[in-house]
């Protein structure tokens, strides 16, 4: 992505000092843009939990370098001490956020790589270039939703004689998301840069508005017209026929097709549905769990802190960052980070290796290695 005039990735490793990650710390944006150095797997940890990162592809791509660091931070010259102490460290990544895949993903990718090495002088190096594969990896998958997803932005901006296409969104599933490009939005920025007229609905997003604040501030750097709307909005837009089709990311998705996405999704899956808008899913295939099938029942959904519902955070007329109440304070609060939308409300997913429907036989076609 691009932020005045300079290109970002949401991760990196630091250039002078080889033993540290740095990050963009999302929970100043889009008032403030910040550079975090994560020095240890304990500080990775805490940037997950406490979503300085957030995003499935963020996450998996952050945790990959967690394991890095926890190879630098070993002492211990047995290769066997020195696995328990790395898959303690992975333990306590994996631990942080249950509903992304990701993660675990990402975490058990890069044990496996070590456990491979014979020469335990070698672990640091291995466990770093596969962090970075699963950070260029993820990359490059976003671009490759977005060449397959501007196919479906182009035949509506066909049918509507290059009239503007409006897309709805919902949380942020863009390049701060991921390592670049996003998944959502990967398409969005395909069909911008070939000058198809494009708008986008932004979903606020409650409890954290990640698209009020993360969606609406890529955009607004990148061009593309958008306008955030309050969560609720959806249905009333789709009603007056406001909407051509909305794109969502996914935290998980099952093998048959389940999407389980930030809260809210699913209401608006459902609106989807019943004024006849399309409803697609973009996602990497990191993001696939292959061993379930029944997201409503199976997939784990996160329940964060009562106090992202019953407070909200921004900045003051003075640019000073504050936490506000806007709730009573003996009021309990009930915060459920995610929701599950069946397959049958998804139109299609889009993912790295093309377009297909949301079912297991589909799914199964483009990714012919997991057929089990």
Not at 64 to 82: R, W
Not at 162 to 169: C, D, F, Y
Not at 232 to 247: K, T, W
Request: net charge negative; glycine share 8%.
């Amino acid at each position: 992505m691009i932020i005045k005039g300079k290109h970002y990735f949401t991760i990196w490793l630091n250039p002078s000092n080889q033993k540290c990650v740095q990050i963009i710390d999302q929970r100043h944006l889009p008032h403030q843009l910040l550079i975090e150095d994560l020095c240890t797997v304990e500080q990775v940890a805490t940037a997950i939990r406490d979503m300085h990162v957030r995003g499935a592809g963020l996450i998996g791509a952050t945790a990959g370098f967690g394991m890095y660091l926890a190879t630098l931070q070993v002492s211990s010259c047995s290769k066997t001490e020195l696995m328990k102490s790395i898959i303690r460290d992975g333990e306590l990544l994996m631990a942080t956020r249950p509903t992304a895949v990701n993660l675990e993903w990402a975490v058990k990718r890069v044990i496996n790589a070590i456990e491979k090495t014979k020469d335990s002088q070698e672990i640091s190096m291995v466990a770093l270039k596969e962090a970075m594969a699963i950070a260029d990896e993820d990359a490059e998958n976003c671009r490759r939703i977005g060449e397959h997803g501007v196919s479906l932005i182009e035949e509506i901006s066909r049918r509507k004689n290059g009239e503007t296409v409006n897309i709805l969104t919902h949380c942020n599933a863009g390049w701060l998301a991921f390592v670049d490009y996003g998944t959502a939005t990967a398409p969005i920025y395909a069909a911008y840069n070939k000058g198809i007229k494009v708008h986008v609905y932004v979903d606020e997003t409650r409890p954290r508005n990640q698209g009020a604040k993360l969606t609406a501030y890529e955009l607004g750097e990148n061009g593309v017209s958008h306008t955030i709307i309050v969560d609720n909005a959806g249905g009333h837009l789709m009603q007056h026929g406001m909407v051509d089709m909305v794109i969502v990311g996914s935290d998980r998705t099952t093998c048959r097709g389940d999407v389980a996405n930030k809260i809210g999704t699913y209401l608006k899956a459902l609106a989807a549905k019943d004024n006849h808008v399309p409803f697609y899913v973009a996602l990497p295939s990191s993001s696939i769990d292959w061993e379930i099938e029944d997201g409503v029942k199976e997939i784990p959904i996160e329940e964060r802190g009562s106090e992202e519902v019953k407070y909200m955070s921004g900045i003051t007329k003075e640019g000073k960052e504050e936490s506000i109440l806007i709730a009573p304070s003996e009021s309990p609060a009930a915060n459920y980070s995610f929701d599950v939308t069946p397959a049958k409300y998804v139109t299609a997913l889009i993912t790295e290796r093309g377009i297909c429907k949301a079912d297991k036989e589909s799914i199964q076609r483009l990714f012919p290695e997991h057929i089990v």
